[in-house]
Every structure is written in structure tokens, then in C-alpha cells.
């Protein structure tokens, strides 16, 4: 119905009421750290959402490249193909997902590890602290300590 994203304004609204009577700084500080938490919880929901060990994009393309098979020079040692798709995105390409799949071997085992569960859950494990020290060195240098 269109309603989700004013559920999301609403949500920036209040989180503007509840520090609306504060100095300028200390709001804009305020609306940075909800925004930081937000974008913390919302990729932390997404990887709620993956079916594999790789996100649903990545997942897509490797199901993708299993229905169209053409013949390349692959070293799957050195993750590589004569396409040049391997080595330029980490993501098996077409030839690369054929050669794994005929060896009985799964094509997400061959893709880098940047893409992985591991990886993503490693980067928003925990949450990137806002660096308060330039408002500490603001309001000291202005003589108040309202934060
Ligand atoms: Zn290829």
C-alpha cells in the first residue's frame, strides 16, 4: 500500500522529537547514531534473510551461470577462467560453475570469501561507535559541556 516508507519517516520524526530541544551539534550527533544503529540492524536482518552461504544476489548469479555453459580454459585451483568473470568478481562464472559442478563440488566453496556469511557477519558484528571527540573539542573550545 506505499505505507512502509512513511512508517520509516515516522520513525525519523520521533527520533527528531526526542532530541529536538537540544543544541544543533548535539541533534545532528543524536540523528547520526539512530541512523548508524538503523543501518546496523537492518543489515544484520538482511543476513536473517540468506538461504546460503553467500547473500541472495550472489546466490542468484551462481544459479544464473549453472544454465548457460560455454567451453573456457579454467585452472579452479588458481579460481580463474579464460572469460576473465572469475577473476575479475570472485564469483565463479558460467564455465567455472559447470567444471565445479561435474566434479561434484559446490560453486559457493570456489567463491571468494568477501561474499560469505563469515565476512558479513564479521563486518556488522559490532557497531561502528560515532567519534564523539570532535564534539567534545567543540563544546570545550566554546565553553560548555552540554552533551
Ligand atoms: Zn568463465
Known sequence: MGYASFSGLDKVYNAVLAVREKPILVL???????????????QRQYLQKWISD???????????SKKDIYLHALDLAARSCSCRKWDLNGIPCV??????????????????A????????????????????LLKVWFE???SSNL
Not at 28 to 42: G, H, I, S
Open 95 to 112: 564455465h567455472a560453475v559447470a567444471a565445479i559442478l561435474y566434479r561434484n563440488e559446490d560453486p559457493i566453496d570456489y567463491t571468494n
Open 141 to 143: 573550545a566554546n565553553g
Open 28 to 42: 545532528l550527533e543524536k540523528l547520526r547514531m539512530w541512523f548508524m544503529l538503523r543501518f546496523n540492524n537492518q
Open 114 to 133: 568477501f561474499y560469505k556469511k563469515d565476512a558479513w557477519s564479521r563486518a556488522y558484528a559490532e557497531i561502528v561507535n560515532p567519534i564523539t571527540m
Open 54 to 64: 553467500v547473500g541472495p544476489k550472489i546466490f542468484g548469479i551462481i544459479e544464473a
